[in-house]
């Protein structure tokens, strides 16, 4: 298996800039579909993460939620066996605790956005943006 950790989070102000790590053990990062979700606050009772952007094993293939576009860029060095998040411009509604997730190898090139298609969690990292 592979184990997930995230860092970089913390405290921003309003039009500023934030970079996230997803650092793994356990496996070769290069075999997995990475991605970042969050969970915005007042939602820790339900499961509610949303997607926020995801990376293909190569790093070929990027999705962006319509929300962070223009703005976050994931990127990954297999090398480091480390996803990175890149947030400039971050806006209050950026506020969030942020995860990474790792889908179990299944050898394509494409991207995954739903939850339940992820197998591994890293246990998250808050995001607090002030205005």
């Known amino acids: 298996q592979v184990q997930l950790v995230e860092s970089g989070g913390g405290l921003v102000q309003a039009g500023g800039s934030r970079r996230l790590s997803c650092a793994a053990s356990?496996?070769?990062?290069?075999?997995?579909?990475v991605g970042w979700f969050r969970q915005a606050p007042g939602k820790e009772r339900e499961i509610v993460r949303e997607?926020?952007?995801?990376?293909?094993?190569?790093?070929?293939?990027?999705y962006y939620a319509d929300s962070v576009k223009g703005r976050f860029t994931i990127s990954r060095d297999n090398a480091l066996n480390t996803v990175y998040l890149q947030m400039n411009s971050l806006k209050p509604e950026d506020t969030a605790v942020y995860y990474c997730?790792?889908?179990?190898?299944?050898?394509?090139?494409?991207?995954?956005?739903?939850?339940?298609?992820?197998?591994?969690w890293g246990q998250g990292t808050q995001v607090t943006v002030s205005s």
């Open positions: 997730a790792a889908k179990s190898p299944d050898y394509s090139f494409r991207v995954y956005t739903r939850r339940g298609e992820y197998d591994y």
């Open positions: 356990g496996r070769t990062l290069s075999s997995y579909v």
């Open positions: 997607i926020v952007a995801a990376i293909s094993r190569s790093g070929g293939n990027t």
